[in-house]
């Protein structure tokens, strides 16, 4: 799974080690930085408004400690509210940035002579869809089993806060504009910007553990890697962005609509069941892993013409 190189590459000046790090890194940071920005301006004007509604309280904590605390957790339980939509605000925000380091980086490649992978045709996206979905029904269903929520306070926290919206602002929020924001950062930016420097596992490796360290509890972490690696592999055979985009959207999108008509809740009312549908979905997804395996995504050989004497 080697991407192919002209022999006629263009000599490019040698990076800073400062530069190749930024590089590597600048696109975590800048999500994570605008995510921190949105939070704390989303933050203060939770604040300013219950404040402003309940001044005889805000005045009374600036006296009292315990009052400032009660208003503390106060203030961060109605924020709670509207992660999703900080969250989405968030997405939106750094997607044109990441759109326009992705666009340089197609632009860098071509100038040093790099052919990128095949781009597979429409129809065998079906094939990682039906995988993607089937692995995010097996998988959560193993947390069930294996009452892997319980281990995590932080994980029933964040999936308490983020299926508490509308489910219009999930949809939109975490099944479409954080998605395709990840997908950007994770796969279009930093594995592939890894790729470019070493092998397939390296970069895949390397990205997913990132991907899942940035996701902040045990439970996610564990799953957000495995979910890595796969957009990784799928983004490598399928050649474009899109496929991991669609991959992870339709995986989200499942996920909210899951729990909002209580599938999982269903599911886990009969072991048996649960049992069942978890075996069926595993065996899917390996066979429509197999199917992705024989993707041929290695680029079309480059043919030159021999000088004319």
């Not at 704390?40 to 315990?66: C, N, P, Q, R, T």
């Not at 549908?277 to 390996?286: H, K, L, N, R, S």
């Amino acid at each position: 799974m080697e991407q192919q190189q002209n022999s006629q590459v263009p000599p490019m000046q040698q990076e800073s080690y400062g530069k190749r790090l930024w590089n590597l890194w600048g696109p975590v940071v800048i999500k994570w930085a605008v995510s921190f920005g949105v939070t704390m301006v989303a933050m203060g004007i939770i604040s300013f408004m219950y404040m402003y509604s309940h001044y005889d309280v805000a005045m009374s904590a600036l006296s009292d400690e315990s009052v400032m605390m009660a208003l503390y957790e106060k203030i961060l339980k109605i924020y709670a509210k509207y992660t999703t939509w900080v969250e989405g605000a968030a997405a939106l925000a750094t997607i044109p940035v990441m759109l326009l380091w992705f666009h340089k980086d197609r632009v860098r490649e071509k100038m040093m002579g790099i052919v990128p992978n095949k781009k597979a045709p429409l129809w065998k996206y079906i094939p990682q869809l039906l995988m993607a979905l089937t692995f995010c029904v097996a998988a959560n269903n193993l947390i069930l089993i294996g009452n892997l929520s319980s281990v995590s306070a932080g994980y029933e926290e964040t999936m308490d806060a983020l299926y508490t919206a509308p489910l219009g602002v999930q949809i939109l929020s975490l099944a479409i504009l954080i998605p395709i924001c990840e997908e950007l950062v994770f796969r279009g930016l930093l594995f592939k910007r890894l790729r470019m420097q070493g092998g397939f596992m390296q970069a895949a490796m390397y990205s997913a553990v990132v991907f899942g360290f940035l996701h902040m509890n045990l439970v996610q972490m564990i799953y957000g890697f495995l979910l890595g690696l796969m957009f990784a592999y799928i983004y490598e055979k399928y050649g474009s962005v899109k496929a991991p985009i669609l991959a992870h959207v339709s995986m989200n999108l499942l996920s909210v609509l899951a729990t909002e008509y209580r599938l999982y809740e269903w599911l886990a009312e009969d072991m048996m069941r649960l049992g069942v549908v978890t075996v069926v979905c595993a065996t899917v997804a390996a066979a429509m892993f197999t199917f992705v395996q024989r993707i041929e995504e290695k680029p079309e050989p480059v043919l030159t013409v021999p000088d004319q004497e």
